[in-house]
DNA sequence: CTGTTAGCGCTTTCAA
DNA sequence: TTGAAAGCGCTAACAG
């Protein structure tokens, strides 16, 4: 028993004589070790519990690549999550992978309660993904949010547009704050350096379509002057484009339209879109590689704080030079 | 201890006293019952193993968030599986969760090996979706893409159409065949109903964007007569257009263009594009919900073959009457 | 190098 | 209605 236990896990000392009846044995009986049994005994289930806002967003499901593909690397199985970007089923999610046990947890958080969270989790090991928490603690990876805004309001600028319509996200999400704050701050510097005045119109509201349609539409019918909209994701850029299609104007002939994330769809679309490329992938690498490293290693392993990866600006055919 | 167990998972007779008391001793020591010792001493994991060929491809999603909240329902959590189309990779998912054990799989399985699934599957419960495999059990979930492929190419008949370009999928796999007999059938009938005759000039390739471009530019180059492109899914479709786009050709004025698949994507490129909606979220939900039925009745539970799903033509601005 | 033994944390008879 | 006790299938410490 113990020795079939010691080949099958190729652990301690094993004769080959032995290891060679064992493996026969298991071969012909198609013997394969209970994974449920093995946990309980080791204190470990091998397993991964990222939990995402919605895996029909084009955007979460290349983190969620990135996470499975570093679990297995490490022979860590994962179980995937879907919050629907609602704090309540995120706990419930949370709750349930605790209670697994998962050996880890990584979150793409839709909450804001830190405490409750912190409580559902436990004392298991989490690595928090794109959007943080206050108050809650660093082992995180993140992309610089501010500096991806501050790209895209430059690159505008310099193609020569002052007046700039801004569909921002979520008030209460942390990359959308962060976005927000860049715009402001690029805007600001240009000023500053001589370039101004430049004209932000500031809008708020969920990170869809619809939401990108009907607030461009709403600026239109409002007189709000603007050359060019700077959307806060891709979704909402491609809502743009649509309504400023459905009033007769072009893009980028006469209105350019930029994103964010670089979504599959936006190279696809006509004219393909300007936007900012987010390593998702790589996010979900790095985030599962530090969980392991964590549960790897048995000393406490202090982290160093949040990862914070680059954004990098993709021109495509939905910008161009601001008609004077 | 045993009272524990019977108050925590609501069976047996309890006292309404004890109840009460271990409620609360649970409330303050914040005990959450350890789902792995659970499982090893039930015999079942309440784990449902879904595996998908790509989560990041746009249609599978929607299918495993009906998996995914069928389950949940029923109290299930599922383990989401990539096989990245690899049969190989395919096997080490199902093995892995065979291993575990799951209670159940569905599959969207690339495999055509049927002897190998049947073995790494042993005697778990399986239901495939979308994809079958010859010699393969009756619990499944499909779509029917012959009669969906039909209704495509009698819509662009209906319009005048005549001589159309036929961008199918990779011939090895069985919703591609269905799709491309749909299309011979269906020009087959209208040529029988008069209608005729109608002039199907048929490829065949990858299901991708890029393939969907070249083979245009090469059905342009070589003179190939079409009034419109009917496609063997939505990406294709796109392929189409863009290759349509950079001759001059305007769609749908000059030609008119079909997809398959209904992808988000497809309502949002402009012209928003006809094509042929597939239930996949529904599938998800059908398929989790013979799984669990068949787990929760003892009974061996005959199944009836498999359900088949209908295609929903959706009309966009992608189609218009053929020019005479 | 190998076998014996005592759990892992829960469920489930069975007797009280 | 409750508690005692025997597993579920595996691992890990220990003695041989």
Redesign the pocket.
């Known amino acids: 028993?113990?020795?079939v236990?010691?080949v099958?896990?190729a652990?301690?000392?094993?004769?080959p004589?032995?290891r060679e009846k064992v493996l026969k044995a298991a071969e012909i009986l198609r013997y394969r070790?209970?994974s449920v049994?093995?946990a309980?005994?080791?204190?470990s289930t091998r397993l991964l519990g990222p939990i995402v806002p919605d895996i029909t967003n084009p955007f979460f499901p290349h983190v969620a690549r990135g996470v499975e593909d570093a679990a297995r690397q490490a022979n860590y199985t994962v179980i995937l999550g879907n919050s629907d970007d609602d704090a309540e089923q995120e706990l419930h999610y949370v709750r349930t992978f605790a209670a697994y046990p998962v050996d880890g947890l990584i979150l793409i958080t839709s909450s804001a309660d830190a405490a409750q969270l912190r409580q559902a989790i436990g004392d298991r090991p989490v690595v928090l993904i794109d959007r943080v928490i206050p108050g809650f603690e660093p082992w995180a990876v993140r992309t610089d949010n501010e500096e991806g805004a501050r790209l895209v309001l430059r690159h505008l600028i310099d193609l020569g547009h002052r007046a700039i319509l801004y569909l921002g996200g979520p008030g209460n999400i942390s990359s959308a704050q962060e976005r927000l704050a860049g715009i402001r701050a690029e805007a600001a510097a240009a000023t500053l350096a001589g370039r101004g005045p430049i004209r932000v119109t500031e809008t708020e509201g969920s990170f869809s379509f619809e939401s990108g349609f009907q607030r461009t539409i709403m600026a239109l019918d409002a007189d709000v002057p603007f050359t060019a909209v700077a959307a806060a994701n891709d979704t909402l850029a491609l809502g743009a484009i649509q309504a400023l299609y459905t009033r007769g104007l072009r893009v980028p002939e006469a209105v350019s339209v930029t994103g964010y994330d670089d979504i599959t769809l936006a190279r696809l679309v006509s004219p393909p879109l300007t936007t900012v490329t987010q390593p998702a992938y790589q996010a979900g690498v790095i985030a599962a590689e530090q969980l392991l490293a964590r549960l790897e290693s048995s000393d406490t392993h202090e982290c160093s704080g949040p990862v914070v990866l680059k954004p990098r600006l993709v021109v495509r055919g939905s910008t161009a030079p601001a008609r004077m």
Chains 1, 2 share one sequence.
Do not use: D, I, K
């Open positions: 028993m113990a020795t236990c010691r099958l896990s652990r301690g000392p094993v004769s004589a032995s070790p209970n049994a093995r309980l005994a080791t204190g």
